[in-house]
């Protein structure tokens, strides 16, 4: 099978002929038919954060494809279903977390295209348990971003706990954050965007974005303070400290900032004004299969639609040229065929 492999960090991905893996119990063999490329796989292969993944390595979390092969001990998938392979390729089942319901958060998860591989190939091999079947009013291509920019983002909002009729910011108005404005808008939220350029700033504005804010031109957490009086939350998905400080600074007392972006840095904190002011700062990673079904009814439903231009698998080392200059509008889907 053709596939997409990092060797080594910083390097470009080689594209080469590999064997295509076999079942295993308690998995599925996804015939990829796309896979979205997520910022995510852009820090794996930079090797940017402390936990690093194995190499070589096949990227990619975004994978949806048709199951062509299922393990023997495998009774609730059957060739010809369609999935999605999320980040969260396993998690132990029995730990507190698991238990409790928030499975994103076991200790012994396994993550698909960092810790084992992804779907920037023809076939991927899946965890039975860990794959979302992807409902039938959505294309393979308009699914793919929302098994991690949907989820994430969808999960983040719920994290956030805005109720309807409150402001949220959405910050980073990329793969992620152009979906978060749909999610929010479609959960009664107002949204204000800040991104950079004309063309996201337009981007933001058709997807239902109430503000939009330009940071290169304005100081957005001045703006939002100036003309809001502060956010209720802050959803802050861009992979830059700066848009941090910003996001900490636009919430209203009592607000919370929910971090999902990435950059490998520290995050001061003034303590005086989250005491004060009783801000909550919350991380909040990809989201739980339940999590995940409920993303994609909202898409099934016609109220949320990723924005997406595909690419062939074999450039994908100009896609990742075109992500680290922030240039992409919406997500890059990777096609296979
Ligand atoms: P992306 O490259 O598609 O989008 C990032 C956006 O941020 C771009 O539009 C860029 O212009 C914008 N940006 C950059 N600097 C900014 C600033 N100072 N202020 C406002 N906007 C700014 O990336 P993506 O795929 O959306 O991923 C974003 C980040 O989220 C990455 O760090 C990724 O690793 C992380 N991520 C986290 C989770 C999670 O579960 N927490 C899941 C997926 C991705
Ligand atoms: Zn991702
Ligand atoms: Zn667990």
Redesign the pocket.
């Known amino acids: 099978m053709k596939a997409a492999v990092a060797h080594e960090f910083q390097t470009p991905l080689r594209i080469e002929q590999l064997a295509q893996p076999d079942v295993k119990p308690g998995t599925v063999l996804v015939k990829i038919a796309a896979c979205g490329v ?3 796989d852009l ?1 794996a292969c930079h090797g940017d954060w402390p936990v690093k993944p194995k190499l070589p390595l096949i990227p990619g979390h975004e994978g949806v494809g048709t199951v062509v092969a299922v393990a023997d001990d495998v009774d609730h998938l059957f060739i010809g279903d369609e999935v999605g392979i999320p980040w969260l390729h396993s998690a132990c089942g029995h730990c507190e977390h698991c238990l409790q319901g928030n499975e994103n958060l076991c200790p012994s998860q396994q993550n698909s295209g960092y810790s084992v591989d992804g779907g920037y190939a023809e076939y991927c091999l899946a965890n039975a348990d860990y794959v979302v079947k992807i409902p039938k009013s959505l294309s393979f291509v308009e699914a793919a971003p929302l098994f ?2 949907g989820v ?1 983002t969808y999960k983040a909002l719920k994290v956030s706990d805005a109720k309807p009729g409150q402001w949220v910011a959405i ?7 152009h979906l978060a404005i749909q999610y929010a808008k479609a959960m009664g939220l107002n949204v204000v965007a ?3 350029t004309e063309q ?1 700033m337009s981007l933001a504005k058709a997807l239902g974005a109430d503000h939009c804010i330009d ?1 290169q031109l304005h100081n957005p957490a001045e703006q939002i303070q100036e003309k809001l009086g502060g956010v209720q939350a802050v959803i802050c ?4 400290k ?2 941090f400080s ?1 996001a900490y600074h636009s919430v209203k007392r009592g607000g919370k900032c929910v971090l ?4 490998n840095d520290d995050l001061p904190i003034p303590i005086f004004d989250t005491v004060l002011k009783g801000i909550s700062v919350i991380g ?3 989201g739980t299969r339940q999590d995940l079904i409920e993303c994609l009814d909202f898409a099934a439903a016609g109220k949320v639609k990723a924005i997406v231009q595909t690419e062939s698998l074999d450039n994908i080392n100009h896609v990742f040229e075109q ?1 680290q200059n ?1 240039e ?1 509008q919406g997500r890059i889907v990777l096609t296979m065929t």
């Open positions: 997520c910022h995510t820090h991690c920019a994430t910050v980073g108005v990329g793969g992620l954050g800040v991104d950079s996201k940071y998905t861009a992979a830059s700066a848009a910003g999902v972006g990435l950059p909040s990673i990809v992500m922030n992409i």
